[in-house]
């Protein structure tokens, strides 16, 4: 079997010891219509189902209207060889010429955290450390999942939870008010999307990186998040790069550097042992 590109470089460049394993399990977590909307699972090379692992539920970015969830597999793969399962969801965007809001997006990203949730036991996942995870309107949509209700799948079961118990944020595109990135697609409507309008002190514990070239989400606007996060009594650890634009997160430095950074959070959670395997990268 073949081990992934970034995990040999990682065995590489900082010693990390890397067992041979299978490529991403995929599995079927909802039907729409003659679509199968896939989950790639990356398990621990220990991993058993017996196991109670925390989890990680990544969301791709790319607007709403196209993206693949190969953006996350560096992360996903990493985290795998720290003893988390990593998760990448599938999910429909939205279709060419339509200028509404992203609602199949938001009913696919529930029924995913859902399905990962009501199989915690065939997973080897622990069901109350649940992670969702997104970069961009990836980003928006996990915290979707946490902080708004509403714009369930009908076929759902309501009664399995959506909320992830922790979320890991990069760029995301969580404030959809007047002003903000994707409020000309929700409209006055925006308080059934936007994260920042729905936030509560059932919020999860958080942490969300940033650029501050960022031309989509100005660093007023994380800061304003945090500010409120905290108001409720809710931890949101930020990080702000300089000389940072959206994406930044896709490619080294920045990979590695935010990679790190949500290690060590996911460790002060509990869910994670030992300090980070990857090295920070040199400075230019």
Not at 83 to 108: H, L, N, S, W
Not at 217 to 240: N, P, Q, S, W
């Amino acid at each position: 079997m073949n081990i992934p590109k970034f995990l040999l470089l990682l065995a590489t460049s900082v010693g990390l010891a890397v067992t041979a394993g299978a490529a991403p399990e995929t599995l079927i977590y909802k039907q729409a219509g003659d679509r199968g909307l896939k989950l790639l699972v990356e398990k621990p090379a220990d991993w058993k189902a017996s196991d109670r692992r925390p989890a990680i539920v990544f969301f791709f970015g790319g607007g709403w209207v196209g993206g693949s969830p190969a953006q996350f597999a560096k992360q996903s793969e990493y985290l795998a060889t720290r003893g988390m399962v990593g998760i990448r969801v599938e999910y429909r965007t939205i279709a060419k010429g339509e200028k509404g809001p992203p609602v199949v997006c938001c009913q696919d990203a529930k029924s995913a955290l859902r399905y990962v949730r009501a199989h915690a036991a065939e997973l080897g996942i622990d069901p109350r450390r649940i992670a969702g995870a997104g970069g961009s309107a990836g980003g928006h949509l996990a915290a979707f999942t946490a902080l708004v209700d509403g714009q369930d799948d009908p076929a759902d079961d309501r009664a399995v939870s959506c909320r992830p118990d922790a979320l890991v944020l990069f760029n995301p595109v969580f404030d959809n008010g007047p002003g903000q990135w994707g409020h000309e697609r929700v409209g006055e409507r925006f308080r059934e999307f936007s994260p920042a309008h729905n936030i509560t002190k059932a919020a999860p514990p958080s942490i969300v990186f940033l650029g501050d070239e960022d031309k989509l989400i100005a660093v007023k606007v994380l800061e304003e998040f945090a500010a409120a996060m905290k108001r409720v009594g809710v931890r949101c650890d930020t990080h702000v790069y300089p000389k940072a634009a959206h994406g930044f997160f896709n490619k080294d430095p920045h990979l590695t550097l935010t990679l790190i950074e949500a290690d060590k959070f996911l460790a002060s959670l509990g869910w994670l042992k030992g300090p980070p395997t990857l090295t920070a990268p040199a400075a230019p």
